[in-house]
T-cell receptor
Framework: DVKVTQSSRYLVKRTGEKVFLECVQD?????MFWYRQDPGLGLRLIYF???????EKGDIPEGYSVSREKKERFSLILESASTNQTSMYLC??????????FGNGTRLTVT | KQEVTQIPAALSVPEGENLVLNCSFT??????LQWFRQDPGKGLTSLLL?????REQTSGRLNASLDKSSGRSTLYIAASQPGDSATYLC????????????FGTGTQLKVEL
């Protein structure tokens, strides 16, 4: 099974700051994902990556970018944080047809 | 566009009861369907994955079924316990849809003593 680790459980940032959310998986798996989860809206895909340096936009990429320089690490970047980006951010990983495995989430508050 | 619905949004049952959670999807061209549980403030934990060629999967007290033609999946929980209290979500991966999953909004289950 893929183990997915998100470096921060809680983050508080100021409007306009550049924010990095880090995610690491402990196996050599190709697919990694970033979702955000909001009450009433469910999980929405921001970006995913199917290999090193490869990325694809999800359903709500605006205001976000990603970086995947190494296979085990997938970073989500908020270029200029805004209050509407306050949310729970969830990283996930998968190989092939296996189940999708999530990290414990990062609760981001932008003030 | 695939839409995934979970009804009811919330459910409360007494301990020991067998229960069924429902997941409906609009596009039957699915690759697989996955059930998750989520505890408050935490990430999602994978419970069961059913491939499109399968009819059901079992793990302990959990049994998930899939009927593609009717666009439905059910998660059966036997002999429920207070520790089963959580939000249960289903997610569908569409055939030809690459890596994307479409999630339902979940059923919040409370098992009472």
């Amino acid at each position: 099974d893929v183990k997915v680790t998100q470096s921060s459980r809680y983050l508080v940032k100021r409007t306009g700051e550049k924010v990095f959310l880090e995610c690491v998986q402990d196996m050599d798996h190709e697919n990694m994902f970033w979702y955000r989860q909001d009450p009433g809206l469910g999980l929405r895909l921001i970006y995913f990556s199917y290999d090193v340096k490869m990325k694809e936009k999800g359903d709500i990429p605006e205001g976000y970018s990603v970086s995947r320089e190494k296979k085990e690490r997938f970073s989500l970047i908020l270029e200029s944080a805004s209050t509407n980006q306050t949310s729970m951010y969830l990283c996930a990983g998968r190989t092939g047809n296996s189940p999708l495995h999530f990290g414990n989430g990062t609760r981001l508050t932008v003030t | 566009k695939q839409e995934v619905t979970q009804i009811p949004a919330a459910l409360s049952v007494p301990e020991g009861e067998n229960l069924v959670l429902n997941c409906s999807f609009t596009d039957s061209a699915i690759y697989n369907l996955q059930w998750f549980r989520q505890d408050p403030g935490k990430g999602l934990t994978s419970l069961l994955l059913i491939q499109s060629s399968q009819r059901e999967q079992t793990s302990g007290r959990l049994n998930a079924s899939l009927d593609k033609s009717s666009g439905r999946s059910t998660l059966y929980i036997a002999a429920s316990q207070p520790g089963d209290s959580a939000t249960y979500l289903c997610a569908v991966r569409r055939t030809g849809g690459g890596n994307k999953l479409t999630f339902g909004t979940g059923t919040q289950l409370k098992v009472e003593l």
